[in-house]
């Protein structure tokens, strides 16, 4: 069975660091281009970055650019989410997921197979 577990949320103040992990199990990953999204209270769904099934290509939102850093390890069937200077407007729910047809990755929702469960990300002002 196919699983994408999140974690490393928590409750941290602003301008505060935090990396979040994706850990995958079921099928090698390694081929796929991986994302991150979030979710806060009352919005939609969004992207926040992506990375290629090699590392060698990533995109970021602008809102997040410049202060996290997307990264992977194939052998560890892992992708992170290096988040620094944490900003209130950063409270979400954050998953990660896999697009399997999109090996360079992407930023659109409906291009990714498979989602974890989320890990809660909070950021006190």
């Known amino acids: 069975q196919v699983q994408l577990v999140e974690s490393g949320g928590r409750l941290v103040p602003a301008g505060d660091s935090l990396r979040l992990s994706c850990a995958a199990s079921?099928?090698?990953?390694?081929?796929?281009?991986m994302g991150w999204f979030r979710q806060a209270p009352g919005k939609e769904r969004e992207f926040v970055a992506t990375?290629?099934?090699?590392?060698?290509?990533?995109t970021y939102a602008d809102s997040v650019k410049g202060r996290f850093t997307i990264s992977r390890n194939n052998g560890k069937n892992t992708v992170y989410l290096q988040m620094n200077s944490l900003k209130s407007e950063d409270t979400a729910v954050y998953y990660c997921?896999?697009?399997?047809?999109?090996?360079?990755?992407?930023?659109?929702?409906?291009?990714?197979?498979?989602w974890g469960q989320g890990t809660q990300v909070t950021v006190s002002s």
């Open positions: 990375i290629s099934w090699n590392g060698g290509v990533t």
């Open positions: 997921a896999a697009a399997t047809s999109y090996r360079n990755g992407t930023p659109y929702i409906a291009q990714y197979d498979y």
């Open positions: 079921g099928r090698a990953f390694g081929s796929d281009g």
